[in-house]
């Protein structure tokens, strides 16, 4: 399944919590919203999920000829970032439960849990209730209940919430498996490494607003056009030995043995590096791409930072 989100705009009073956002996933991605709490992520599902309408602009989900489907319980999966399993119940009785409000019959959903249960390595915990799992225990049933019907459209707010290291590794083979039987996910998620190695694409948010989206290397584009190099030799001397060179917009030391350069754009690499050296020893010489982790960070305090600048001249 496809999915078109055309200028979708949300208001609750007077807070804009998705401002005219656009993208488009399609069948077989894996699709990340990334910004902080309240930017917008969880509205945007829920409108996406039929829970709220948009104030303007459409959703729009297609098959893979690009006919519109309605959107019916069968062919999608949600799962929210509230638990909403029953605590005094077991594990088995919630995903027998769950399995049966799906219109699945025995002989299908119970070798679905049994298989799921095993991966998750919670066959053994299968008759203890609900309430008697850890946090991330409880993450998992919440997602194997998502998962059972076999849904074409998964849509998944803070999947790896409460899960250690091993799990969330669990989590990424289940969402890769997912994109190999070509399944369409989209998903919030804080865990920027982890994203950074499953998304196809991502949009990153604040305050409603759609600060980037694209792929990784377009989000860098996007949000730190500059090119960054990082540079082995002795700091202090580069400083000196380099001061005076217009190729470089700015020098900026690491450490004692480091410095980071902003080279400007209309400037060849593999002629500038060698002047350089000749003018201070280098040890190595690469361009640095900025993790997702860090353009998140940065982007996100920037755009804070307008934000308040925004206020003040209100005031």
């Keep these: 399944m496809n999915i078109t989100i055309d200028t ?7 807070v804009t919590a998705v401002d005219a956002i656009s993208l488009n996933v399609q069948s077989g991605q894996i699709y990340a919203l990334l910004g902080p709490n309240g930017a917008g992520k969880s509205s945007l599902v829920r409108m996406l999920v039929g829970l709220t ?5 459409t959703i729009t989900i297609s098959d893979n000829e690009g006919a519109a489907v309605d959107l019916q319980p ?3 999966a949600y799962l929210p970032e509230d638990r909403g399993l029953y605590q005094d119940r077991t594990i088995l009785d919630n995903l027998t439960y769950v399995a049966k409000l799906r219109g699945l019959d025995k002989s299908v959903y119970q070798p679905r849990i049994d298989d799921w249960l095993e991966h998750f390595e919670l066959t053994d915990r299968k008759s203890e209730p609900m309430r008697q799992l850890s946090k991330g225990n409880q993450q998992k049933v919440q997602l194997i209940s998502t998962l059972l019907h076999d849904p074409d459209l998964v849509i998944l ?8 290291p091993v799990n969330q590794e669990h989590v990424l083979n289940v969402l ?3 994109k190999a039987k070509g399944k ?3 998903l919030s998620a804080h865990q920027m490494a982890l994203v950074e190695r499953l998304a196809d694409k991502m949009l990153l948010m604040s305050h409603g607003k759609a600060l980037a989206q694209g792929t990784l290397e377009q989000i860098r584009d996007a949000l730190q056009p500059e090119r960054l190099y990082r540079v082995s030799c002795d700091a202090m001397s580069a400083q000196t030995a380099w001061a005076d060179f217009d190729a470089i917009e700015h020098l900026l030391p690491i450490s004692a ?3 980071e350069l902003t080279i400007k754009p209309e400037v060849d690499v593999s002629e500038l590096w060698p002047q350089l050296a000749a003018s201070c020893a280098i040890e190595s010489f690469a361009a640095r791409k900025p993790g997702l982790h860090e353009l998140y960070l940065d982007t996100i305090g920037r755009s804070k930072g307008q934000s308040q600048g925004d206020a003040n001249e209100h005031v």
């Design 157 to 164: 707010d803070e999947p790896f919430s409460g899960l250690d």
């Design 8 to 14: 979708v705009t949300k208001r609750y009073k007077t």
């Design 184 to 186: 369409t996910v989209l």
């Design 74 to 76: 069968g062919h999608f």
């Design 176 to 178: 890769s498996d997912l």
């Design 53 to 57: 309408e948009p104030d303007s602009g």
């Design 257 to 259: 043995d480091q410095v």
